[in-house]
């Protein structure tokens, strides 16, 4: 064995030193390659997985969780910025039964679980506190669990109940929510919020509860809702009635050719408007109907007597006679009474005006009032209210149109440019992997020959003819007879002749050294000349 290592070395060696140059290099390159990609590898597979220990823990928590992860020699990593702690997949249980035992985390939301440590000598205040915080943690906990929400921070701001105050006034919440990266709550997701939080709490309009995302956002403002601002509601309008005028005017006369601007006016204002209407229903008998009747007749009755000087009543002598006759009816008839109480939001529109552009050469033999009339029903246009639109055909500006179309055909050039650089740098790379096994297999190859070249023990020829052992050994043959065997007749190199052939081979080699003895020589050189074939 050391002298087929000492031999493979030494033919790695010659072999070495008939490189060229860049043949050395490339190797050289290929080498490094190879043994940076090994550790490379090695160290990727050697590096157990790490999964989440905790997340979302605070500063204290964080320390106590890493300092018992020290102690116990277990490899950790920190992400969100401490606030999730990373284990080995396979100890993630047992360090968070250890966690567990020593209490940790210990700060949390709590929950009702804060209700657990009041002692009954909390006074009031505490008692009312520590419950507002439960209900915090509680709300919060459960808004946490939605898809898409990371964590989840709930405040409560509940009026006291008190006896002196005529109005008590309406609780109110706040929600702030840190989304998972790339995550954005959608309207009916924070409606869910909305109302969630305001079921929870006796009282609580869901109009009452804000919501603020970690960019600081207002997804649910108070008093107005999810839908936003009044700002906010005129904005999403003229974009939704702006796209779809523009859709239609695109089928018209085709995209690009025309421009539609939209703005609405807003009532920021909201109010509550309580409307009564009485009517009287037809055929209707009365509720209910009674009548007095008043009759005199005779002397001293009503009516007796006439005014003298002074209002004083003369009568008319002792046999004046005179009648007295009175009816009154009063009737109860049946009234339809109706009460309607409507809220009005704010945001509602008070006034909107439509403008609409359209290239003349595209709306060549289109009628402009028939286009208003378009433009006018899919933005739904109330005359009533003063709503306006324009429509005007005018030459447009097809300048900035071929700037864009340069700039578009730069960017594709650039684009493409980019993939054959690309290309180029990925079939470089394929070319010097193409070269290094090239390479490999050359070295290879020619290994494989040399190792195939049997060995020739020159004692054994020796033996056989001892006229070969010398300088002259040539000369010292008799005379070759005319033959055909050829030097290929040999055994082939690398297979090896079982022991009962040595006869033959020792008999073949008498013979042809008997025939030929200068080409007999020549092989034997070849044979111990390493750095010629066989």
């Known amino acids: 064995m050391p002298r087929a290592m000492n031999s493979a070395f030494a033919r790695l060696g010659t072999t070495v030193r008939g490189f060229t140059v860049a043949q050395r290099t490339i190797a050289l390159i290929g080498i490094a390659v190879l043994v940076l990609g090994t550790a490379a590898l090695v160290t990727w ?28 020699g277990v490899p950790y990593e920190l992400a969100d910025g401490g606030a999730t702690i990373l284990v080995p997949e396979a100890q993630v249980y047992d360090q968070r039964l250890k966690s ?25 205040f505490q008692q009312s506190t520590t419950y507002k915080r439960a209900l915090e943690g509680e709300l919060a906990a459960t808004v946490s669990a939605l898809d898409g929400v990371k964590t989840a ?14 109005e008590e006034g309406e609780p109110t919440a706040s929600v702030f929510i840190e989304t998972d990266a790339g995550v954005t709550l959608t309207t009916e997701q924070v409606q869910a919020v909305t109302h969630l939080t305001s079921a929870s709490i006796d009282g609580m309009d869901p109009a009452n509860v804000a919501v603020i995302d970690s960019e600081g956002n207002v997804l649910s403002a108070v008093g107005v809702g999810a839908a936003g601002s009044a700002d906010q509601q ?39 408007r309580v409307e009564e209407t009485f009517t009287t229903p037809e055929d209707a008998p009365a509720l209910n ?21 002074d209002n004083i009543a003369v009568p008319e002598g002792g046999a004046g006679q005179g009648t007295f006759s ?17 809220i009005i939001p704010a945001g509602d529109i008070t006034r909107q005006t439509v403008s609409v552009a359209i290239d003349d050469a595209a709306a060549a033999g289109l009628n402009v009032a028939d286009l208003t009339a378009l433009v006018a029903s899919a933005a739904g246009i109330n005359a009533d209210r003063g709503d306006e639109v324009t429509v005007e055909l005018v030459p447009f500006n097809t300048a900035g149109a071929a700037e864009a179309a ?7 050039e650039a684009r493409q440019a980019e993939q054959r650089a690309q290309l180029l740098q990925t079939g470089m790379i394929v070319l010097g992997v193409l070269i290094v096994l090239i390479i490999g297999l050359i070295i290879y190859a020619r290994r494989s020959r040399r190792q195939r070249r049997e060995p020739l023990d020159l004692g054994e020829l020796q033996e056989v003819h001892p006229a070969l052992g010398g300088g002259g050994a040539a000369a010292a043959l008799p005379a070759p007879e005319p033959a055909t065997t050829a030097i290929s007749s040999m055994p082939l190199a690398g297979i090896e002749a079982p ?3 040595i006869n033959r081979k020792r008999a073949d080699i008498e013979a042809m050294a008997q025939r030929d003895p200068a080409k007999t020589a020549e092989y034997l050189r070849s044979l111990m000349d390493d750095r010629q074939p066989v």
Do not use: C, H
């Not at 985390?105 to 000598?121: F, N, W």
């Not at 009674?290 to 006439?306: C, Q």
């Not at 009063?330 to 409507?342: D, G, M």
């Open 45 to 72: 597979a050697s590096k157990p997985a790490f999964s989440p220990l905790y997340s979302g823990l605070g500063g204290e928590d964080a320390s106590a969780i890493v300092e018992q992860l020290q102690t116990d």
């Open 100 to 124: 567990a035992a020593a209490g940790l985390p210990s700060a949390s939301t709590g929950g009702y679980s804060l209700l657990d440590d009041m002692g009954v000598t909390s006074s009031e």
């Open 153 to 166: 921070t709930v405040r409560l701001a509940i009026p006291e109940e008190t006896v002196f105050v005529s």
């Open 234 to 272: 005129a904005s999403d309008y003229e974009t939704r009635i702006t796209a779809s005028v523009q859709s239609m005017l695109d089928r018209v006369v085709g995209p690009g050719n025309a421009t539609v601007a939209v703005a609405a006016d807003m009532n920021y204002e909201s109010a509550e």
């Open 289 to 309: 109907e009674s009548t007095t009747t008043e009759e005199y007749e005779g002397a001293g009755g009503p009516g007796a007597g006439v005014l003298g000087p």
């Open 326 to 342: 009175s009816e009154e009816t009063t009737r109860n008839n049946a009234v339809n009474k109706v009460t309607e109480s409507r």
């Open 406 to 412: 340069e700039a578009l055909a730069a960017a594709e």
């Open 499 to 501: 022991e009962t052939d």
